[in-house]
Nanobody
Framework: QVQLVESGGGLVQPGGSLRLSCAAS????????MGWYRQAPGKQRELVAT???????NYAESLKGRFTISRDNAKNTVTLQMNTLKPEATAVYYC???????????WGQGTQVTVSS
């Protein structure tokens, strides 16, 4: 099964940018749809974006145009570029992998993103 390790979280001012990365290991990367989810304090985990092995992207409606998900199938990584960040983006961001043919899913440990002045 795949193992996921996120990096790149931190503190950023409103209007700033941050780039998250997720490194996958332990299985064939191109068997998985990759995604990012987030969970703010007191709220349920929610979708940020997903990307299929072939590169089809899906975004939460409110994040379109500011967040970009991409994957490098040669390096087994998925990234999330976040621009024009708002305080409400403060959350723990989780990398997710879904095995396409079984729908089994796997999670990273999460990385904290804090948007504050």
């Amino acid at each position: 099964q795949v193992q996921l390790v996120e990096s790149g979280g931190g503190l950023v001012q409103p209007g700033g940018s941050l780039r998250l990365s997720c490194a996958a290991s332990g299985d064939i990367f191109t068997l998985y749809t990759m995604g990012w989810y987030r969970q703010a304090p007191g709220k349920q985990r929610e979708l940020v974006a997903t990307i299929t092995p072939g590169g089809y992207r899906n975004y939460a409606e409110s994040l379109k145009g500011r967040f970009t998900i991409s994957r490098d199938n040669a390096k087994n990584t998925v990234t999330l570029q976040m621009n024009t960040l708002k305080p409400e983006a403060t959350a723990v961001y989780y990398c997710n992998a879904v095995l396409v043919h079984t729908r089994a899913d796997y999670w990273g440990q999460g990385t904290q993103v804090t948007v504050s002045s």
